[in-house]
């Protein structure tokens, strides 16, 4: 890393491193993690697993700095003939990881761990059953295969959304990215993300205070992205508006946040590149509470796996359904839904009185996953939807929320599909 990426200023430096049915799924117990074969080494090559209930790390999964590891075309499946190579880094090109990787994103589904190497324009993955390494070579992953000397549209941030699709961002949020899972695999450059105005001059595109870092994503459509300098901005998907929320507080002066996944417990653990120390951030608040590792620990560049961050609270319970007792005027005493529990699949929410306006309704599953979004206008003072799940979804609890202008929620409950 050192040897590649020119020296740069403090804000910049720290960036790297120093450099089926899924109600049914059950929620990761581990994360991946890019680490060095040293524990408080900067060579971002080395793939381990990390146990998020013990805190124990396993030892190297792939040699990712290894070039003479075979390498193979995602298009064709097949083996490459010739070594991949870089005309301004050569064979290094051939690495699994490169020079170094610091934005990956695991998917569950395929059981694929996507990424790109720091400085390669390219979208390359691991099949986790085979340890193979496949390199998407018809097209470049942002378009920008030189990178820029205050490594603004390097990719950094890199995790799986809600709608399954993958989402990278360059470091100064000018490109964020969205690539397919399936099959096919299709790339689309969404574009810049844009400030909330309630930002007070917090910008997502400033190096000093949001390059670097990770992002994970919730159960709304929302993904969270944690910059080095351990600030944190929500990002709705549907507008591209990014939020800052905030600092984590309770981290070391010298903590860089560089990793970030959701664990079983739906709390944040984060890892540094500049230190070996671990913590859990309690999303409600931003407030960071020490975690142990078990055994040795490893500086980390990046953490990955499938969980979602769950924004509402989980009832793991029977759920007791007690009357709201909405407040005259409120949107909860404008907003009605039956049947509940629900039979057949199928229930309907019933609107009165709401502004005049484009409305949201979406139904995700106790994991947060989310199994249908439906858009409706409303126009007079009364509407009724039909909601239809898929026959296929699984009996238990869903959540519905609703959102109106500028994704503003106006209503949330739970119901019992029978």
């Known amino acids: 890393m050192r040897k590649v990426i020119p020296t740069l200023s403090f804000c910049l430096a720290i960036l790297f491193m120093n450099p089926?049915?899924?109600?049914?799924?059950?929620?990761?117990?581990?994360?991946?993690?890019?680490?060095?074969?040293?524990?408080?080494?900067?060579?971002?090559?080395?793939?381990?697993?990390?146990?998020?209930?013990?805190?124990?790390y396993s030892p190297v999964l792939l040699d990712g700095s290894n070039a003479a590891l075979p390498a193979y075309n995602a298009a064709t499946k097949k083996q490459l003939e010739t070594p991949f190579s870089d005309a301004r880094f050569g064979t290094v090109a051939n690495a699994a990881f490169g020079n170094g990787v610091a934005a990956m994103a695991y998917?569950?589904?395929?059981?694929?761990?996507?990424?790109?190497?720091?400085?390669?324009?390219?979208?390359?993955?691991?099949?986790?059953?085979?340890?193979?390494?496949?390199?998407?070579?018809?097209?470049?992953?942002?378009?920008?295969?030189?990178k820029s000397a205050d490594q603004g549209n390097i990719v950094t941030r890199m995790t799986i959304a809600s709608d399954g699709n993958g989402y990278a961002l360059t470091n100064d949020a000018t490109q964020l990215v969205r690539f397919s899972t399936g099959r096919k695999l299709v790339t689309e450059d969404l574009g810049s993300l844009v400030d909330d105005p309630a930002n007070k001059g917090i910008s997502i595109h400033n190096s000093c205070s949001s390059f670097g870092?990770?992002?994970?994503?919730?159960?709304?459509?929302?993904?969270?992205?944690?910059?080095?300098?351990?600030?944190?901005?929500?990002v709705d998907l549907s507008t591209k508006v990014a939020t800052h929320l905030g600092m984590i507080s309770g981290l070391p002066g010298n903590f860089t946040v560089n990793g970030a996944a959701v664990d079983a417990d739906n709390r944040i653990v984060v890892s540094s590149a500049t230190m070996p120390e671990y913590f859990t951030v309690d999303y409600r608040n931003w407030s960071a509470s020490p975690y142990a590792i078990t055994g040795s620990s490893w500086n980390s560049s990046d953490l990955a796996n499938s969980n979602l961050l769950v924004s509402h609270e989980k009832n793991t319970n029977t759920v007791n359904f007690v009357s709201r007792n909405p407040a005259p005027g409120s949107a909860d005493s404008k907003i009605s839904l039956y049947p509940n529990p629900v039979t057949n699949n199928q229930f309907v929410m019933q609107f009165s009185q709401l502004e005049p306006g484009s409305y949201t309704i979406r139904v995700t599953d106790v994991m947060g996953r989310q199994v249908l979004q439906q858009s409706l206008s409303i126009s007079g003072e009364s509407h009724t939807e039909l909601l239809k799940l898929d026959p296929a979804a699984a009996k238990g609890i869903y959540l519905i929320k609703v959102t109106g202008q500028n994704s503003q929620e106006m209503y949330h409950t739970k119901i019992v599909v029978q």
């Not at 793939?47 to 209930?53: D, E, P």
């Not at 324009?121 to 085979?130: A, G, M, N, P, S």
């Open 213 to 234: 870092g990770d992002m994970i994503a919730d159960d709304n459509g929302n993904l969270y992205v944690f910059s080095a300098r351990n600030h944190v901005f929500k």
């Open 20 to 56: 089926g049915n899924s109600s049914a799924q059950q929620a990761d117990r581990f994360a991946y993690a890019i680490t060095d074969v040293q524990p408080t080494g900067s060579n971002w090559s080395f793939l381990r697993k990390l146990n998020l209930r013990t805190g124990e």
């Open 107 to 146: 998917d569950k589904k395929s059981n694929r761990l996507y990424y790109t190497p720091l400085l390669f324009d390219q979208l390359r993955y691991i099949d986790l059953k085979t340890l193979k390494v496949f390199f998407v070579l018809d097209k470049g992953f942002t378009g920008k295969p030189v």
